[in-house]
């Protein structure tokens, strides 16, 4: 197969992970620069040009798209998409995946267990929306947010309406959570290929901290889970339309809740705490899935 990577930086681990897994098992890598694809949309032939000379046809096409570019990175996809290229994630599930709130009313409508969570705009609702999340400790997020950036745990009812007040100030958009306090700091990391959880790691956030993103100091480990957890994460990328992705739970009394599922997971962390060669399996997801033009959306919607 000719598979595409699209990743800013081929030097990142995960880029480098994917490009050797698959010339391992006899495949033909090549990187791709996200914001160095252009391209014409008017064309009913769809193509994708790239430093001057229009990129040869792929078989799949493996996003890596950072938070920071989605827009201009799901389009660039969506040309892919277009063309025929099976994408490893498609453009409308990574999308989705890209806003906190949307994802999970996606899975809430699905019955996955959540922690209770609000949002509202206006200041004059704050009061009622901390009254709908339990009060204090709450969790408040900004929906884009990302490796544990824009997450704050607000211990009291005051510090919660200061907080809110002054993101809503901003025009941001956020989220206000229930704090699993007994998750310990900790969550786990799913990782999910097709419908298997085929590797996963519990963070520990440093001491001191709530927040367990590795980015912030956590820290890793190989975890055993449960069936029940195994079926929640597997059902969780499957609502969002993820064919890889990496389900984030917390262990919560009433059972395990999901926070967040992530559509380009690291690859680092995870084969580091766990011994597995993750990038392999992916390539292997696609030597099996990937067919021509057998995308469901095939770029729309
Ligand atoms: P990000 O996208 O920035 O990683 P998350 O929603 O994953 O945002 O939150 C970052 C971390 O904060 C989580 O990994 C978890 O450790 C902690 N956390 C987030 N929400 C809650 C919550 N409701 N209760 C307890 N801990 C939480
Ligand atoms: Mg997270």
Do not use: W
Not at 28 to 52: F, K, N
Not at 106 to 115: A, D, E, Q, V, W
Not at 123 to 146: S, Y
Not at 180 to 206: L, T, Y
Request: net charge positive; glycine share 10%.
């Amino acid at each position: 197969m000719r598979i595409a990577i699209l990743s800013r930086n081929r030097k990142l681990y995960s880029t480098r992970r994917l490009v050797e897994a698959a010339e391992q098992r006899g495949h033909e890598a090549r990187v791709v620069d996200t914001l160095g694809c252009y391209m014409s949309i008017a064309s009913h032939r769809p193509t994708i040009h790239y430093r001057g000379k229009q990129l040869e046809p792929f078989d799949a096409v493996i996003p890596r798209i950072g938070a920071s570019i989605t827009f201009y990175g799901t389009a660039v996809l969506r040309q892919f998409e277009m063309m025929g290229t099976f994408p490893l994630n498609e453009s409308v599930a990574v999308n989705r995946s890209r806003d906190k709130l949307r994802s999970l009313q996606l899975l809430s409508r699905r019955g996955i267990g959540l922690p209770v969570t609000g949002f509202a705009r206006q200041l004059g609702d704050i009061g009622d929306l901390i009254e709908m999340v339990g009060g204090a400790p709450l969790v408040v997020k900004l929906l884009e947010g990302t490796q544990g950036i824009g997450v704050v745990l607000c211990e009291t009812r005051k510090a919660a309406e200061s907080v809110l007040e002054a993101f809503m100030g901003l025009n941001v958009s956020i989220m206000v959570q229930e704090y699993i306090k007994e998750a310990g700091g900790a969550d786990i990391r799913c990782f999910v290929i097709g419908d298997k959880v085929v590797a996963a790691m519990k963070r520990q956030a440093k001491p001191g901290e709530f927040r367990s993103n590795l980015h912030r100091g956590g820290t890793a480990e190989l975890i055993r889970i449960t069936p029940q957890e195994r079926s929640v994460a597997v059902r969780a990328a499957k609502i969002m339309g993820l064919n890889v992705a990496g389900v984030d739970l917390l262990r919560a009394n009433h059972g395990p809740v999901v926070m967040e599922v992530n559509s380009s997971p690291g690859l680092e962390g995870i084969e580091s705490a766990t011994g597995k060669d993750v990038a392999a399996m992916i390539i292997g997801f696609l030597e099996k899935n990937a067919r021509e033009g057998k995308t469901r959306t095939r770029g729309s919607g």
